[in-house]
């Protein structure tokens, strides 16, 4: 049987890339996010993929724009797999509104996953809101590849989930930059991953989050 795969993708840099952009920011992409979606669609070409899904927030949605062109696909698009919620963090600067994520992740890495600032989604909600989506997109497209253009937050939860020997105290560990891939292969039983953060093209600026 061929293996499923899936070409997990954080969207392209934003147009304000050192603010916290959660579900509640629909920011579009900088300049050189532009560029970036564009090469990625020359990167995602070969791949062959049967099916191209994003979010459908603004920064997904550019994203996935060219690289639909690129490889023949059209996008769809998913409610579900929008940003993690993060309520009045929303729009602050790294600098401003680090102390509070970092307190989130630090819980996380903990082993408290339902902990989460007032207003904001925890690290067990995400994963209760956006596993479902993925194991979906699995079944639809057994034995084939397909690719999901997402944010940040939800792909690192989605890969301590999903990964065998990686745990949620790998947070830190895992580093997911604006545009890069991580291909993960499903062989009927586990998932396991051929690459992690590949970047297509580096931004200026290092992710937030």
Request: aromatic share 6%.
């Amino acid at each position: 049987m061929r293996e499923t795969r899936i070409l997990l993708i954080r969207h392209a840099e934003t147009a304000t890339p050192n603010v916290f952009h959660g579900a509640e920011s629909d920011v579009g992409l900088s300049p050189w996010g532009e560029r970036q979606a564009a090469l990625l669609g020359d990167r995602l070409k070969p791949e062959g993929a049967a099916a191209l899904y994003c979010s459908a927030m603004r920064r997904a949605i550019a994203t996935a724009g060219p690289v639909g062109v690129a490889c023949g696909l059209t996008p769809q698009v998913l409610d579900g797999l929008h940003e993690r919620r993060i309520g009045p963090l929303s729009g602050q600067t790294r600098e401003a509104g680090w102390e509070v994520y970092g307190e989130s992740k630090r819980r996380w890495m903990a082993g408290d996953l339902e902990f989460t600032h007032e207003g904001g989604e925890s690290f067990a909600a995400i994963a209760r809101r956006v596993l479902p989506i993925l194991d979906e997109i699995r079944r639809r497209n057994e034995g084939r590849t397909a690719i999901v253009i997402a944010h940040g937050v939800v792909i690192r939860v989605a890969l301590l989930s999903l990964l065998a020997g990686r745990t949620p105290a790998d947070f830190d560990g895992v580093a997911i930059d604006f545009a890069s891939i991580n291909d993960l292969a499903w062989d009927g039983s586990a998932w396991t991953a051929r690459s992690l953060n590949e970047v297509v093209a580096p931004s200026p600026a290092r992710p937030v989050a």
